[in-house]
């Protein structure tokens, strides 16, 4: 089966750089997935790495490393609005999508 | 494009009833999953189609759940009979590709079995 670790809480203040980790047990999947969740809202894509490196998109980049089942979201200039819980995910070569447990941003004035 | 249409968005009902959750998925989007999300055990896969195929439903809970996705711009999932501890989100979500990394979710069902 799989599995996905995350650290339950981040605090950081506006303008400042946070890394959300994402370690991970697996036989083996297609690709790690990142995903935003605002409170009571719905979950909305991020990212997304099928390969080994950094992926960047805006603010936000993504990175991934098969060999050390890891990777991890970095989200640069904060903003209040980035205040909300993110998830990783991974599909199991399309049979199935499993989810972390979330990690709940909180930013800082 | 509306995006992924969920309904009802809010469903309160006794323990015993049956409850019926709908999803109009992104029109061309082949796959469609639907979720569940609790504080105690977050976000859980529950039934995913492709091509209004089911996939894989190892994730439903129980023979009182039951999905089904009779063509391709609906799909419903169906919890008979009721029980308190079903109380949750459901999200349905839909995305082009049998493998695709890029889900779109509804707004969600809330729950509520009393």
């Known amino acids: 089966g799989q599995s996905l670790e995350q650290p339950s809480e981040v605090t950081a203040v506006e303008g400042a750089i946070v890394q959300i980790n994402c370690t991970y047990q697996?036989?083996?999947?297609?690709?790690l997935s990142w995903y935003q969740q605002h409170d009571g809202g719905a979950p909305t894509f991020l990212s997304y790495n099928a390969l080994d490196g950094l992926e960047e998109t805006g603010r936000f980049s993504s990175f991934l490393s098969r060999s050390d089942s890891y990777g991890y979201l970095l989200l640069q200039e904060l903003q209040m609005k980035d205040s909300a819980s993110y998830f990783c995910a991974v599909d199991n070569y399309g049979q199935n999508f499993v989810f972390g447990p979330g990690t709940r941003l909180s930013v800082l004035p | 494009d509306a995006g992924v249409i969920q309904s009802p968005r809010h469903e309160v009902t006794e323990m015993g009833q049956e409850v019926t959750l709908r999803c109009k998925p992104i029109?061309?989007?082949?796959?469609l999953f639907w979720y569940r999300q609790t504080m105690m055990r977050g976000l859980e896969l529950l039934i995913y189609?492709?091509?209004?195929?089911?996939?894989?439903d190892s994730g439903m809970p129980e023979d009182r759940f039951s999905a089904k996705m009779p063509n391709a711009s609906f799909s419903t999932l169906k919890i008979q009979p009721s029980e308190p501890r079903d109380s949750a989100v459901y999200f349905c979500?839909?995305?082009?590709?049998?493998?695709?990394?890029?889900?779109?979710f509804g707004p969600g069902t809330r729950l509520t079995v009393t």
């Open positions: 189609f492709n091509n209004n195929v089911p996939i894989d």
């Open positions: 697996t036989s083996g999947f297609y690709g």
């Open positions: 979500a839909s995305s082009e590709g049998l493998a695709s990394n890029e889900q779109y």
């Open positions: 029109s061309g989007h082949n796959s």
